[in-house]
Structures are given as structure tokens and as C-alpha cells.
């Protein structure tokens, strides 16, 4: 894990960043609708949807990165006499680094965003039913 994010480079911060948005998001969301009693309706929703947003801007994010690496790459290769195809096969390995870790932030954020989401639902039908 460690060289994927110092191979990513100057990049990997943000992503680093929104991953972390996305962890500390989840596990105080979770701790609200696992351990409090007696919440309103927008109580329980509140911040629900931020989980989800962090997630898939991470990975919009990742695919951004991964854009503006390829065009900076494509712009040595044009301006090299000489590139052997391991240097571009490396930079392409390189360029692949951003998108992995933004899918991997949302598909983590989309599934704890469907398990607060499933916990919020049987709140709420049991705060509909008093």
C-alpha cells in the first residue's frame, strides 16, 4: 500500500484525503444509528448522502488524475528520440494507480452507505410506528 501511494505521487493526497472524509463520515454516521435512541427522522438522514458523494468523488477524482497523467506522459513521449515500451508500459501502470484507488474509496462508500442506509429504513419504520 505504501508504494501505490508513493507511486501515485503528488495526486494521492486528495485521494488520500477523501478516503479518509469517507472513514470518519462512516463511523460517526454509524455510531449515531447503532448506539443513540430517541432521534428524529432528520436526525437519522442527516450526512447520510455525504458518504456516498465522498466515495464517488474520489473516484471522479481518480479518473481526472489518471487523464492528466496520461497527457503529461503523452507529452515527454512525443518530445523523447528514444522510448522503449517498458518506460510506457510503466507509465501507463503508473496512470492506473489513481483510478484503482478511487473505485476502491466508492465501492467502500457505497457499501457502507447501503448498510447505514438499511439500518436509517428500520429506524425510521419503528419511529413511524409510535
Do not use: C, H
Not at 483510478?99 to 442506509?117: D, E, H, K, N
Amino acid at each position: 500500500m505504501k508504494d501505490l501511494i508513493l507511486t501515485g505521487g503528488v495526486w494521492m493526497y486528495p485521494m488520500i484525503l477523501m478516503s479518509f472524509v469517507v472513514i470518519v463520515l462512516s463511523v460517526k454516521k454509524g455510531l449515531v444509528l447503532f448506539r443513540k435512541n430517541n432521534l428524529t427522522s432528520n436526525q437519522l438522514e442527516k450526512g447520510m448522502n455525504a458518504i456516498l458523494f465522498w466515495g464517488a468523488t474520489s473516484l471522479l477524482f481518480g479518473l481526472l488524475a489518471q487523464m492528466a497523467g496520461l497527457y503529461q506522459a503523452l507529452g515527454f513521449i512525443k518530445n523523447a528520440n528514444d522510448i522503449s515500451l517498458g518506460i510506457v508500459a510503466g507509465g501507463l501502470r503508473v496512470s492506473l494507480t489513481y483510478p484503482i484507488f478511487g473505485m476502491l474509496t466508492f465501492i467502500f462508500s457505497a457499501l457502507i452507505w447501503f448498510v447505514l442506509r438499511s439500518k436509517y429504513k428500520s429506524l425510521r419504520l419503528r419511529l413511524s410506528n409510535k
